[in-house]
């Protein structure tokens, strides 16, 4: 069974950054694809990055690009999101997930972490 576990949330001021990891175990890491989602309060669950099984591609929602960079190290079964230039719209809480295979837009992630909060204070 896949165990995700995320970690680098918390408060932040809007302009500043944070580095989220997630470590994986239990799983074919290297096989996988991996995603970071978020939820902020009383909205849906939404797309923010994804990465394929090699890290030689990336996937972002407009809302995040050019600010958030994900990344992986294979050797580690880990799998970072760098945040940059937050705003007070990007509090929610995050969570990683991983899917076995390929990403597409749209594609369901089959395993999923515990998540954590992120807050930036405008």
């Known amino acids: 069974q896949v165990q995700l576990v995320e970690s680098g949330g918390g408060l932040v001021q809007a302009g500043g950054s944070l580095n989220l990891t997630c470590v994986s175990s239990?799983?074919?890491?290297?096989?996988?694809?991996m995603g970071w989602f978020r939820q902020a309060p009383g909205k849906e669950r939404e797309f923010a990055a994804a990465i394929n099984w090699s890290g030689s591609a990336a996937f972002y929602a407009d809302s995040v690009r050019g600010r958030f960079t994900i990344s992986r190290d294979n050797t580690k079964n880990t799998v970072f999101l760098q945040m940059n230039n937050l705003k007070a719209e990007d509090t929610a809480v995050y969570y990683c997930?991983?899917?076995?295979?390929?990403?597409?837009?749209?594609?369901?992630?089959?395993?999923w972490g515990q998540g954590t909060q992120v807050t930036v204070s405008s």
């Open positions: 239990g799983g074919t890491f290297s096989k996988s694809a």
């Open positions: 997930a991983a899917l076995s295979g390929s990403y597409f837009p749209g594609a369901e992630f089959h395993y």
